[in-house]
């Protein structure tokens, strides 16, 4: 008979379990013998005690198959995905998947909605009026095949445990832990049946890993999680000590995400899309190395011919592609403040999870399992690492549903703002990570 309390103690007190223990709980809280109450007590004990490499291994197995593992090849030799770990301003897998297609790669891609205070791909996606991110696992090969790439949440069929486990984790403080960030991700990446996987680990205050050490070793983690699987991953390590871009929150990001897609909008956002274009078309066996591959991205991205692909996907899955030409039709919010700095100076940064909380606060993320977001709120012209400024100068510009939750944004993101002190903030992109080994990209 499966004690719950036992497992939980002994992970607290840091003794390792048994494949035939972890099934049983993890079983048992799918069956409702072991309580929501308890899982969180579990996840507790693992965020502070971790899991060993067998124990993990379990995990995923559990989690890969606790649900429906697709067969996807009736759309090509290869399917690639990319999975970011979550940061602020991470508007990426927008126009990297449409513009990875364009190669000729198809890109089956599910993502999850925000978790903590980073934002979620899903969320964004919603924000398009119609936009379905609920299609039905036909649906989802349909649209592959016909666009090269589709955008869905985690189905009832996919990993069900990560999906109660994740929600579960979003509210209970359980998130930055390396077995249940790695399980999480690659057993929802195993489950697509993909050729090759593409991670973008972030790293910084802004991210679940917040320093260099801990995001290298999740990226070892998952890069060789995914080659026991079969599927060749290569993980890239890039900044999130300041907000990606220039805007967090859902619909604003969904309108940068179009710009880059225009070949426009922040060069930040553009550099992450072409290093993980460059990666994922390498994989998708289309270019010979990460140079080329790289180029090609950049090249393609600057035509503007993956924002038709956009259009395309949008129309497929349901969503007005209207905001392709007119970003107006996305939703907005009633009251837009802007922030104004309090002194002159050079800025380093505004503090991305702060900025990430204001988001949430604003209703643009959630607090509670399964709350209502409101699509149009959020922070944008969020000013970047290193722009001189006067006292009274914009640096950011708050979008909020009332006056009061305007002003609290505004006062909030003041306090967040760091001027120059002299330690620069991190290399865009740090670090490249296969099962060959660590290579450093920029110091
Ligand atoms: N993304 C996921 O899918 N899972 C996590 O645990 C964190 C980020």
Known sequence: MLNPVRLIEAKRDGRTLEPSELRALFEGYLSGSVEEYQMAAFLMAVQFRGMTADELAEFVRLMLHSGAVLDLASVGAVRIDKHSTGGVGDKVSLPLAVLVAEAGVPVPMMSGRGLGHTGGTLDK?????????????????AVLGRVGTAMIGQTEEIAPLDRRLYALRSVTGTVPSIPLIAASIMSKKLAEDLTGLVLDV???????????????????????????????????LTAMDRTLGGSAGNALEVAEAIACLQGSGPTDLRDVVVALAGEMVVLGGVAADVEEGRRWA?????SGSALERFRTLIEAQGGDPGVIDDPGRLPTAPVVEDVRALEGGTLRRIEPRRIGEVVVELGGGRFRLGAEIHPGVGVDRIAPPGQAIDTGDRIARVHARSHVEARTAVEAIRAAVEMETGEPVRPLLSHRVTEGGVQTLQR
């Open 202 to 236: 972030k790293v910084g205050s802004g991210a679940f890993m917040e320093d260099e050490d801990r995001a290298l070793e999740l990226s070892r983690t998952m890069v060789r999680i995914g080659g026991d699987h079969g599927v060749p991953t290569v993980a890239l």
């Open 298 to 302: 950049a090249e393609t991205l600057a």
């Open 125 to 141: 996606l919603e924000s398009i009026p119609g936009f379905r991110t609920d299609l039905s696992l036909d649906e989802f090969r």
